[in-house]
């Protein structure tokens, strides 16, 4: 449709730039990463604000190559306020967060998002909450779904969500 195309569009031309994974962040001072992750969560939010997904995924992904890849630190605390509009676009329109767990056997070492995000999304009224493993090769199917049912728990979070025709189905954490 001619709004799908617009917010994808959008998200992967507005600065005519490549994937985060294609990036030469030798070319980048602090300024210019922070400057990269504004822009990527203000597309984050647009997306949001769509709303024609189920699941809202990826949410940290510029940090797998940023802070996992090339060791440049980052303060998220500089983008709450952002991901706090995320977080809460997503909760209000009844949206699932993913925690995607391929983070935990790459070099960042962390699901994406974090458990602090995944907290705060639970507490700005975030109800549903999927899991993935972002597999691409078979031996990585389900790898880390334990820990990221551990973290939802942690959060608050009482029930992994499904979706059959999309429409969320509800599985208790056991």
Known sequence: ??????????????????DFWFLKYEDYDSDGIDRLLREYFDEELLLAQWA?????????????????EHNIPVDISKFAGQIDAILQT??????????????????????MPDESIVRRF????????????????????GAGINKGMEIAKRCGFRSVTLYQKREPIQIPIE
């Open 1 to 18: 449709s001619r709004s799908y195309d617009f917010v994808i569009g959008s998200i992967h031309n507005l600065r005519n730039m490549e």
């Open 52 to 68: 024609k997904f189920d699941t809202l995924a990826h949410l940290t992904y510029p940090l797998r190559y940023i802070c996992g």
């Open 90 to 111: 997503v909760a209000e329109k009844g949206k699932a967060l993913e925690i995607n767990t391929s983070g935990l056997r790459q070099k960042i070492k962390s699901t």
């Open 122 to 141: 639970k507490e700005l009224g975030g109800e549903y909450i999927t899991i993935g493993s972002d597999a691409h090769f078979a031996e990585h199917l």
